[in-house]
């Protein structure tokens, strides 16, 4: 059986812990999503990694192309008075 | 041998049997990640043995421990159901060994954590968690294996045929699951059959599969009487610890 023709490819998510946001981990072959879950669970929750998974079709997200990134990209490069870093931060301030 | 600690040691081998049968799957599976799938499961289950062999081994009240009890008894000696020893075959035997097994196992944990034995009560607490994902995996894959394509519905369901001769034995009472039940540390097999009856009648209509006819045979794993498959499986299991006794990592 080819693999890579018969079953599908998802892209998993992982949330570490409630509160933080969900990180790209890897992705699995799976024949649907409840598979894909259960592969994923298996795969890379092994040591505790997580509390919660997401599981997206790979043929369903939309990526921008590397080829156009210039035109993507570049024009954001000269505005630096975009970024917060005119401003003076009071030491007390720990976690910005 | 008391009963109860017969009654313990029946519960370890048959996750303990069942743990090294997965584990012959490791590098064969059909795809990378039911390999780590099945070999979760194993190590789920090993885990269960390992505390279970330690119990039995206290009761027993002999210094025997969990290497010893599992390295150092022949086939005779082990009490293991015997749907667990049944080889591995194709991916669908597997599925369907794993699924009758979790669907009684599920129920057991369920019941067990009232046990009076503290210990076994605890590790059947850990369990029940473990089985209920663990029924999630086999039923999810007979559903897709029963309600697929037209060979992977006949292939599950010639396995079916095969294996369901041997879960009379699952739900058989004798002297030591009495005896064990009276103590109030065990649960009496044929209060399982219910439960499991209801799991499993749910999952064949999903997977499309019809239930098979009931056959009077029972086996006796259980009371140290096997098929041909165990004395093989045990073979492999210990012939590293009797060629090296106590070795260690």
């Known amino acids: ?96 | 041998m008391t009963p109860e600690v017969r009654y313990v040691l029946r519960l370890a081998d048959t996750n303990l049997v069942l743990a090294q049968r997965l584990g012959e799957w490791v590098g064969h599976a059909p795809a990378l990640e039911e390999d780590l799938g099945l070999a979760n499961l194993s190590l789920d289950l090993l885990g269960q043995a390992r505390l279970l062999l330690a119990r039995a081994g206290e009761l027993e009240g002999l210094g025997r421990g969990e290497d010893q009890l599992a390295y150092l008894r022949e086939e005779s000696e082990y009490f293991n159901l015997t749907l667990v020893e049944q080889p591995n075959g194709d991916f669908g035997d597997t599925v369907v060994r794993q699924f009758l097994f979790d669907a009684w196992q599920l129920g057991l944990y369920e019941a067990l954590v009232a046990s009076g034995d503290a210990a076994l009560a605890a590790i059947a607490a850990k369990g029940a968690r473990e089985a209920a994902y663990h029924l999630r995996y086999s039923g999810g894959w007979l559903v897709r294996l029963g309600d697929g394509t037209a060979e992977s519905h006949a292939r599950v369901a010639a396995s079916l045929a095969r294996l369901w001769p041997y879960t009379n034995e699952l739900f058989h009472d004798d002297d030591v699951d009495r005896a064990a039940a009276a103590a109030g540390i065990g649960v009496l097999p044929s209060a399982l059959a219910p439960p499991w009856s209801v799991r499993v009648d749910q999952t064949l209509a999903h997977a499309t599969l019809a239930r098979p006819a009931h056959s009077s045979f029972v086996w006796y794993g259980k009371q140290g009487r096997h098929s041909e498959h165990l004395g093989y499986l045990l073979a492999e299991m210990q012939s590293l610890h009797r060629a090296h006794p106590g070795a260690s990592w």
């Open chain 1, 1 to 96: 059986m080819n693999k890579e023709q018969d079953w599908p490819l998802y892209e998993i998510f992982i949330r570490a812990k409630s509160g933080l946001d969900h990180k790209h981990v890897g992705s699995v072959h799976a024949t649907d999503a409840a598979m894909a879950l259960e592969h994923a669970r298996d795969l890379y929750t092994r040591r505790q990694e997580g509390v919660s998974i997401w599981a997206v079709r790979s043929a369903d997200i939309v990526a921008s192309d590397p080829a156009e990134s210039d035109a993507f990209f570049e024009p954001a490069r000269d505005k630096i008075y975009r970024h917060p870093t005119f401003y003076d931060i009071p030491d007390e301030v720990k976690t910005l």
